[in-house]
């Protein structure tokens, strides 16, 4: 118990929020490599966190006293990201008026934090794996070698194992890297340190913004809990703001919470189940389900009636129960009847335009899957 009392008390100084096991084995890690200078990778998904596991490595390291930088590879220019990282001299490129030191420089004696390193191009690749072998680096423009004693800490929410297969990255610096490898769960994956993150960050706002909030009800904990979180910490921690602001002091419920997610999916239990056609084809049952959704998309009643005629037509033998149905003798030509593809091509676009390209609200309106909606969109040559 003491031992565990003294974890949380480091996890807690190092503004590591959870209670779930995943986050105790990671504060265990930690606790065992930040006192060496072995590199570390830390994988997961965008908004997991990455940065401030890496802040808690080094601020539990001998080099705590010393610069920690934080580089986002992905955010600097292909031909700016080497002159960033180790410095160029006077004349190197157009605009180099002044020698500048880079961020291994600067970092020198502590930590430096490569984030997105997975957008790092082949040629820096070499570059970086030279100083992480021997601490050495050439500013650009110039021949002298520099020595550093930086501890690299690299993060990525990429695949780097697949990236070395498809020669993306380089195995040699891979391996290099990865002499320990952390993975951040997303939060899907430990909804039980939602809450608790959750509170932390409301009270954090409430506190530094000097606003009242009135909390959430238990409905609304249950939407909550219930999202995936696709953005994770990062979407939990701008969701918090904007409940704190919104709700001008009110209890949130679970409505005001569902508005305020725009991605919000009802769990599979609570979703509105349409019939799921048996007997026919995939294709036939996807077309099925798109046309059962056409209330969703608010059509006008003429022409989602023309719709529904024409596909119990097609499947049903013209006979639409609960339906005023009338025959068309397709030998009239009737400009009304269309084929079904372009039935469908035509609500796919009403859908893309009336959710502004959000496919994930188009695909859910349609009740087909986002992969469906993607294949239909490429088979079609829609545009969103």
Known sequence: MALLNKYRKIQEDLGIIGHSEQIRELVELIISIAPTNISVLITGESGTGKEIFAKAIHQLSPRRDKPLISVNCGAIPEGLLESELFGHERGAFTGAVAAKKGYFELADKGTILLDEIGEMTLQTQVKLLRVLESG?????????????????????????????????????????????????????????????????????????????????????????????????????????????VLSRGQIADAQFVREQLSHYEEP?????????????????????????????????????????????????????????????????????????????????????????????????????????????????????
């Open 268 to 384: 599979p239990e609570v979703q509105t189940m349409l019939p799921m056609p048996m007997g026919k084809t995939l294709e036939e049952a996807e077309r099925e389900l798109i046309y059962k959704a056409l209330v969703s998309l608010g059509l006008d009643i003429k022409e989602m009636k023309s719709l529904l005629m024409q596909f119990m037509d097609r499947f049903n033998g013209g006979v639409g129960e609960g339906l005023v149905y009338s025959p068309v003798d397709p030998a009239n030509n009737d400009s009304t009847i269309k084929p079904l593809d372009e039935m469908e091509r035509e609500m796919i676009e009403k859908a893309l335009d009336k959710f502004r390209g959000n496919r994930r609200k188009v695909a859910r309106a349609l009740n087909i899957s986002e992969r469906t909606l993607y294949r239909k969109i490429k088979e079609y040559g829609l545009t969103d």
């Open 136 to 244: 050495e680096f050439m500013r650009v423009g110039s021949g002298e070698l520099k020595k550093v004693d930086v501890r690299i800490i690299a993060a990525t929410n990429r695949d780097l194992a697949q990236m070395v297969q498809q020669k993306h990255f380089r195995k040699d610096l891979y391996y290099r890297l990865k002499a320990v490898a952390m993975h951040l769960p997303p939060l899907r994956e430990r909804r039980e340190d939602i809450r608790p993150m959750l509170d932390k960050f409301v009270e954090d706002i409430c506190r530094s913004e000097n606003i009242q909030f009135a909390g959430f009800t238990e409905e609304a904990w249950e939407v909550i809990l219930a999202y995936p979180w696709p953005g994770n910490v990062r979407e939990l921690r701008n969701f918090a703001e904007t409940v704190v």
